[in-house]
C-alpha cells in the first residue's frame, strides 16, 4: 500500500516540538564575566547589555558566570554583574582559577552548564574567551557561533547568532537547533556597553572546583607584566586616527602617529598597511582586526571597503579625507574632506597643536 506524502510544514512542526521536549530543561541566559588579573575585561558588560536584551524576549533570567579566586577582584565582579544586569551569578572560587589555564576553566564552566543547563552562553571573542569557548562547545559537544556580529531570539525561540562570512561581503544567520546550549563569541566593541544600574543586586550559586593541582598539566611558572610594552588599545579609545594606501609611503604613517599624539589618541591602519608591514597587526582596524567605537575617527587615505567599515562604523562621528569624491568612505562618514591627506594631516596637526597647547 502506498504511503501518503508527508507535509513538510507538518513535520517541520512535529520535529520543532520533539526538540522543545528534549531541550525543556534547559533555561535563562549565561554571560561568561572575565577576570584577568583581577580586572574584569569590558566585553563582557557589552555581551550583559545583549543578554538582557535576549533574556527578556525569552523571558528569562540572565546570569553571570564568574570563575576565579576568592579575592577582592572576584568580589568585585560579581557585585557588577548584577550592576550590568544579571540576575543570578554562578561562581565558583578556587585558587587554581587564579592565572587563566584552559583545564580548570574548561572544568569548572562545562560543570556548571551540565548541572544548571543554560539555553544560552555568551563569552567574549579575547584570547581568553576564544580559547575557552571552544573546549566548552567540543566538550559539551554543541555549537558555537564565533565573532557573532548580532544575536536574536528567532520566532521558533533559537538563537539566532549572525557573523560575516566570505570574506565579510556575506552576512550569515547560524542556528544551533539539536545541542543545548547555543554558544556564542562575541569581539569587544562589537555591541554597545549598557549602563550600569548600582542599585541591583541579585542572587549567588556557589559551586566547588574539586580539582587538585595535580591534575593540571599546565602550570604557570612566571607572570611576565607587559605594563612597560606600548600597546595599542584601539578598541576602547575615544579618538582614533588611521590611515590606508592613501599615505603612499611607509613613512607617511608619522604624519597619522603625529596628529593622533596632539589628540591624545590612538592610530590604527587599514588592512593593506600590515600586509605591506607597514604597521603591527594590532594596528589593523576592521572585520579581521580591531573594531572600534570611538567618539572621534579620522580616516585618511582609506577607501571605506566594506570589512573596514564594519568595523568602524560604531564611531560617534566619523571624517574622512580622501582625493576620490566618489570614495565608498563618503557613504558612511558623517563629514568629508575631499583632498590629499598628506597635505591635510600635517595641517590638523598643527591647528590643534596650537589650539591645546
Ligand atoms: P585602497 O582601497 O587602495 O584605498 C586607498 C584610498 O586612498 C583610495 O580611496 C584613494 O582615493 C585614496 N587616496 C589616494 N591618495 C590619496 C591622498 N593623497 N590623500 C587622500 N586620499 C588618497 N581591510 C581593512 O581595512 N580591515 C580589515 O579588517 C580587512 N579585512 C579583510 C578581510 C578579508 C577576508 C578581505 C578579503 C579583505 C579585508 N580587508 C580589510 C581589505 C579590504 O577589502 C580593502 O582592500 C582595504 O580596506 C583597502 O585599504 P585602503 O582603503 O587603505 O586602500
Known amino acids: 500500500m502506498a504511503q501518503a506524502p508527508q507535509n513538510p510544514a507538518s513535520s517541520r512542526a512535529a520535529m520543532q516540538m520533539q526538540l522543545a521536549e528534549k531541550f525543556k530543561s534547559y533555561k535563562h541566559v549565561w554571560v561568561f564575566v572575565e577576570i584577568e588579573r583581577g580586572k574584569v575585561h569590558p566585553v563582557s558588560w557589552e555581551l550583559m547589555g545583549e543578554g538582557r536584551k535576549l533574556a527578556d524576549d525569552l523571558g528569562v533570567d540572565l546570569c553571570g558566570v564568574v570563575l576565579g579566586p576568592r579575592d577582592e577582584g572576584t568580589k568585585q565582579a560579581i557585585k557588577e554583574a548584577y550592576h550590568y544586569g544579571a540576575d543570578v551569578c554562578y561562581i565558583c572560587e578556587d585558587p587554581l582559577l587564579a592565572d587563566y589555564r584552559n583545564e580548570p576553566y574548561t572544568r569548572a564552566m562545562t560543570d556548571l552548564v551540565n548541572k544548571y543547563q543554560p539555553e544560552i552562553l555568551l563569552l567574549g571573542a579575547t584570547p581568553l ?16 557561533t564565533a565573532d557573532s556580529t548580532e544575536l536574536k531570539i528567532a520566532d521558533d525561540k533559537s538563537l539566532a547568532a549572525t557573523r560575516p ?5 556575506l552576512l550569515c544567520t547560524i542556528h544551533t537547533l539539536n545541542h543545548r546550549p547555543q554558544m556564542a563569541t562575541v569581539r569587544p566593541r562589537v555591541m554597545a556597553m549598557p549602563e550600569p544600574d548600582t542599585s541591583r543586586s541579585g542572587r549567588m550559586v556557589w559551586h566547588s572546583l574539586r580539582m587538585k593541582e595535580d591534575d593540571i598539566v599546565t602550570k604557570v611558572l612566571e607572570f611576565v607584566s607587559d605594563a612597560q610594552v606600548e600597546k595599542a588599545n584601539l578598541a576602547y579609545a575615544d579618538i582614533v586616527v588611521a590611515g590606508g594606501m592613501g599615505l603612499q609611503q611607509p613613512q607617511n604613517l608619522a604624519l597619522v602617529q603625529r596628529l593622533a599624539a596632539v589628540l591624545g589618541a590612538e592610530w590604527g591602519v587599514s588592512r593593506p598597511l600590515v600586509q605591506k ?11 579581521t582586526g580591531n573594531t572600534i567605537r ?19 562604523e560604531g564611531a560617534d562621528l566619523i571624517i574622512a579625507i580622501n582625493t576620490d569624491p566618489e ?13 590629499d591627506a598628506l597635505t591635510v ?11 591645546l597647547s
Open 165 to 169: 562570512t566570505f570574506g565579510g561581503t
Open 294 to 312: 570611538p567618539k572621534l575617527y579620522i580616516a585618511a587615505g582609506i577607501s571605506g571597503a566594506i570589512q573596514h567599515r564594519v568595523g568602524v
Open 327 to 339: 570614495a565608498k568612505i563618503f557613504e558612511f562618514a558623517h563629514l568629508g574632506v575631499v583632498a
Open 129 to 144: 574567551g576564544r580559547d575557552l569557548a571552544g573546549s566548552v562547545a567540543t566538550t559539551l559537544q554543541t555549537g558555537l
Open 345 to 355: 594631516l600635517p595641517a590638523l596637526t598643527d591647528a590643534f597643536a596650537r589650539r
Open 277 to 287: 608591514g607597514w604597521a603591527p597587526a594590532e594596528r589593523q582596524i576592521g572585520q
